[in-house]
């Protein structure tokens, strides 16, 4: 079912959210996952024409502003050469030097790799509470309690590794940690139906001719078939995770994925399928809302916002920014869990002291679900956190 769209002439609301979106555990409060304001255009044409210019001057911040398009045919050979290098945030500090990515499945070795890299899209573990009295030395409430959330994690993780402060971050920890730690290709990957969801999202919906990719001004400028440029990068992300689940152990695991993010357009182009898997699911769940099935409670806090009432101005309003000027919102990264069927257990250091201090997205799969860890400081940027400590010349396992 579609639904008529008019997008805003501001940033897109999920560039300010509201904290106390969930409670413990993952039960939600609605009122805590109302939208920005936002001032509906009533002029169409300008209205898109300016949230273009606005979204085009992101993307220039964002990403290299001419990366390769990729298409179906040779989307692993184009994804590999073209680099789509990003800027550091004020407070990374992401080193150069770690390995660059060639082929997921065969990677070169080590000695054959480039000198001058770009810094990695996560920085090397540093020890956990030597980091905490670093960032939040000071002696005000805020920066106590997050100190205080650290001490209480350093019980079950030694180490932290930043994740480049873009708005790619809460996909690259997550997909970071979901490769690192799979010793399995999920069943729903290995069907090939997956890689049909582009054309079938772009027949029920017209969604797809709607997507924005890394480095556009605005959708369908000249990037080729979307459905198909699509459809590689899920090809691209179920050869990768494959590559990671036939490692023989969890050093090869981390190594391969230090390899994969590094800021180029393959890692991109697996981000951006991310984003496809949770465009599928929040059609199809939004399907079964229409026709009165039982959904999952935060679909009716996704689909009641204003702007995001249907997967189309879900996709337009929201989903499509995601990378580009704007993050994932809490209820979002429900919805991430859902599409890649892993409960996503974040530590919310600011909500120490408080049953929201760990929260899970979703709640409702704890026990089937395969799970990954991360953790925030604010519910908008998120880090990995590191159990075990690794010998110099060792793989840390993050977990």
Known sequence: ????????????????????????????????????????????TAGTQLEEQKDAAADQRTLNPTPQNISAPDAQEALAAAAAEEPKTEKQSL??????????????????????????????????????????????????????????????????????????????????????????????LQDDTVLTLPKQLEAQEGLISQWRFPGQHAPGDGSGDPTERLKGYMELLRKTWQAAAERPGSAERQRLCERLFQGEEEELGMLEALKLLMLGRAAELHGRMQAGQDVPLFCWLLFARDSSGCPRSFLSNHLRHVGLSAGLEQVEMFLLGYALQH???????YKANTEEFVTFYPDDHRDDWPSVCLVTEDDRHYNVPVAEAAEPGEELTAS
């Open 1 to 44: 079912m579609s639904c008529s769209v008019e997008e805003t002439k501001e940033e897109p609301p999920n560039t300010l959210r509201e904290p106390d979106a969930t409670q413990g555990n993952g039960h939600l409060q609605t009122e805590g996952l109302q939208e920005a304001n936002t001032s509906p255009s009533n002029d169409g």
């Open 95 to 188: 080193t150069a030097g770690q390995e660059n990515v060639s082929d997921p499945v065969s990677p070169e070795p080590e000695s054959a790799l480039p000198e001058n890299l770009p810094p990695p899209d996560l920085s090397p573990a540093v020890d956990i509470l030597s980091y905490s009295e670093r960032e939040w030395k000071g002696n005000t409430a805020k920066s106590a309690l997050i100190r205080k959330g650290y001490k209480e994690m350093s019980a079950k993780f030694s180490r932290l590794r930043r994740v480049r402060g873009d708005n790619y971050c809460a996909l690259r920890a997550t997909l970071f940690q979901v490769l690192s730690q799979s010793d399995l290709v999920p069943q729903w």
């Open 343 to 349: 409960t996503i257990q974040v530590y919310r250091l």
